[in-house]
């Protein structure tokens, strides 16, 4: 139970002993089981309640102790049941009434950080399964260059990438701020970082940005590539040119040990000096793992520091609003002090 200890060690700098976890991502961490229900871990030892409904597919998959219980209050009863009285926990839930029925025989501290600070580093399992989803992103852009066709819209495409990618094992993550999980951009809709697929056609001499979010037994790879059709105009080829530079530069830099505040810099130090700084509007990129954004953090505020293990994006972007816009995105391994990118598929302008 590594990962448990992991978890454990971190929540000892809260002077805890226990956690108590409910978010699906941290009790898939600790036990291989992703679902409803309430993980108690301490000590190396996990135990995992369920409701019944779950309690079949549970004991299929976690890795740990498996509790059935009646489903609500009746879990939160029989997880505080097997922790004794006075314990100092942390937990990841957050909601007001939970928190106070754990207070009446508990010390509760409430913190996420100690699960992400746990997760941030992969171990070899999670490393593989990460690459085999960005295995699969490959295989989608490859799959692009017979499908984004002039007429095609921007959801037939997501579609038949989604029907795709389901088939040979990975799905998509589920977004609390997007309608749709895929983003299929094309002319001026590429100038949205964060467009939605619509019904619009692909013109002749238009770009179109496929940025694909996906996972694959639990973990996420996450990666962009941008397209022409027909043909592309000089400012079009020049503002690629510009971001794939910049994404190049930043990706070199993990090598020099910079921290993540310095990545974001290089990335955006360039594209500003190509006089493209105000339209690059998000930050250089963030930690992929068991969400799509997770720590660390590759923007101009971070304090984190690169090491060997964790996963993130290098994705820079150029947004010309009303016109159209270029994003190139890897998956990117820190391994050996050195960046490995874990995408294959080429960055050089593809012209449909």
Same mark, same amino acid.
């Given at each position: 139970?590594?990962?448990?200890?992991?978890?454990?060690?971190?929540?000892?700098e809260?002077?805890?002993?226990?956690?108590?976890?409910?978010?699906?991502?941290?009790?898939?961490?600790?036990?291989?089981?992703?679902?409803?229900?309430?993980?108690?871990?301490?000590?190396?030892?996990?135990?995992?309640?369920?409701?019944?409904?779950?309690?079949?597919?549970?004991?299929?998959?976690?890795?740990?102790?498996?509790?059935?219980?009646?489903?609500?209050?009746?879990?939160?009863?029989?997880?505080?049941?097997?922790?004794?009285?006075n314990?100092?926990?942390?937990?990841?839930?957050n909601?007001?009434?939970?928190?106070?029925?754990?207070?009446?025989r508990?010390?509760?501290?409430?913190s996420?950080?100690?699960?992400?600070?746990?997760?941030?580093?992969?171990?070899?399992e999670?490393?593989?399964?990460?690459?085999?989803?960005?295995?699969?992103?490959?295989?989608?852009?490859?799959?692009?260059e017979?499908?984004?066709?002039?007429?095609?819209?921007?959801?037939e495409?997501?579609?038949?990438?989604?029907?795709?990618?389901?088939?040979?094992?990975?799905?998509?993550?589920?977004?609390?701020?997007?309608?749709?999980?895929? $983003?299929?951009?094309? *002319?001026?809709? @590429?100038?949205?970082? =964060?467009?939605?697929?619509?019904?619009? #056609?692909?013109?002749?001499? &238009?770009?179109?940005?496929?940025?694909?979010?996906l996972?694959?037994?639990?973990?996420?790879?996450?990666?962009?590539?941008?397209?022409?059709?027909?043909?592309?105009?000089?400012?079009?080829?020049?503002?690629?040119?510009?971001?794939?530079?910049?994404?190049?530069?930043?990706?070199?830099?993990?090598?020099?040990?910079?921290?993540?505040?310095?990545?974001?810099?290089?990335?955006?130090?360039? $594209?500003?000096?190509? *006089?493209?700084? @105000?339209?690059?509007? =998000?930050?250089?990129?963030?930690?992929? #793992?068991?969400?799509?954004? &997770?720590?660390?953090?590759?923007?101009?505020?971070?304090?984190?520091?690169?090491?060997?293990?964790?996963?993130?994006?290098?994705?820079?972007?150029?947004y010309?609003?009303?016109r159209f816009?270029?994003?190139?995105?890897?998956?990117?391994?820190?391994?050996?002090?050195?960046?490995?990118?874990?995408?294959?598929?080429?960055?050089?302008?593809?012209?449909?």
């Open positions: 139970m590594q990962r448990v200890e992991k978890v454990i060690d971190e929540a000892s809260l002077s805890c002993t226990t956690v108590v976890s409910f978010e699906p991502e941290n009790i898939f961490y600790l036990t291989g089981f992703w679902g409803e229900g309430i993980v108690v871990a301490r000590d190396g030892y996990a135990r995992l309640i369920v409701p019944m409904l779950e309690a079949d597919r549970a004991r299929s998959t976690a890795r740990c102790e498996v509790v059935e219980s009646e489903r609500g209050k009746g879990m939160l009863e029989k997880a505080l049941s097997s922790i004794e009285d314990e100092h926990v942390c937990t990841d839930c909601d007001y009434s939970i928190i106070e029925r754990m207070k009446a508990l010390t509760v501290k409430y996420r950080d100690v699960f992400y600070n746990a997760r941030m580093i992969k171990d070899g999670e490393i593989s399964t990460i690459r085999k989803a960005a295995s699969i992103l490959d295989e989608l852009f490859k799959l692009c017979q499908m984004i066709r002039i007429g095609v819209t921007e959801r495409v997501q579609a038949m990438l989604l029907y795709e990618a389901m088939r040979i094992g990975a799905y998509p993550p589920s977004y609390r701020y997007t309608l749709t999980p895929l $983003i299929i951009a094309s *002319g001026i809709n @590429s100038s949205l970082p =964060h467009a939605e697929a619509t019904d619009k #056609g692909i013109r002749h001499g &238009e770009l179109v940005t496929v940025d694909l979010t996972r694959y037994r639990g973990y996420i790879a996450d990666a962009t590539r941008t397209y022409a059709v027909g043909r592309v105009d000089d400012e079009m080829s020049r503002v690629y040119n510009v971001v794939k530079e910049a994404e190049e530069r930043a990706i070199d830099s993990i090598a020099s040990n910079h921290g993540c505040r310095e990545i974001d810099f290089i990335a955006r130090s360039y $594209i500003d000096s190509r *006089g493209y700084g @105000s339209m690059f509007i =998000h930050s250089t990129g963030h930690g992929i #793992g068991l969400e799509v954004h &997770e720590p660390p953090w590759i923007s101009q505020r971070s304090e984190h520091i690169l090491k060997d293990g964790m996963t993130v994006t290098i994705e820079p972007g150029i010309l609003a009303g816009g270029v994003r190139i995105e890897d998956s990117v391994l820190i391994w050996n002090g050195d960046a490995e990118i874990l995408n294959r598929y080429p960055k050089d302008l593809i012209v449909l």
